[in-house]
């Protein structure tokens, strides 16, 4: 499942640079791609019962849709490069992510613990995250342009 969702996000990943490909270049804003609507997120991590969701900006600007939990978001950091978001499995807070494998951490996500990050992240080409949806295991999978998978998991302190 978790290689269909991959593609699936490198598919999209593939019609996004098309489509914002001439934005990126500066071709009609005369600079740096003008911040947009990366996608939305359904909080679903109630079993299944959705509360609303996210809506995420590239600039990293997050805003609470239909009741979900606002626990803020990245655009203070002045990057304009999110490309997803994923939300914890425990219901207490999300993760962004930009293209170039940075990842931001909101509310409560790895209390406790510490997120590992996995070795050979690459430094661009980052096209998305997918939610792990188990209860026993906190954290999530980076997917790159090319399909390769980064596991990023929350692990005890110490």
Known sequence: MRKVIAGMLVALAA????AFGALEAGASTGGAM??????TWADDTNL??????????SNGRVVAL?????????????LNDFVGMVGDTLGDGYWLVTSTGQVFPFGSVC?????????????SGIVGAVNLMSQTVEGFD??????AVFPFRCVPLG
Do not use: M, Y
Request: proline share 6%; glycine share 20%; charged share 15%.
């Open 15 to 18: 019609v996004g640079a098309t």
């Open 34 to 39: 003008k911040p947009h609507i990366v996608g």
């Open 48 to 57: 299944g019962a959705s509360t609303g969701g996210w809506e995420l900006w």
């Open 66 to 78: 239909q009741g979900a939990a606002d626990f803020g978001g990245a655009a203070s950091h002045k």
């Open 111 to 123: 209390l406790d613990k510490t997120l590992k990050r996995p070795r050979g992240v690459p430094a």
């Open 142 to 147: 980076l997917v790159s342009s090319n399909g």
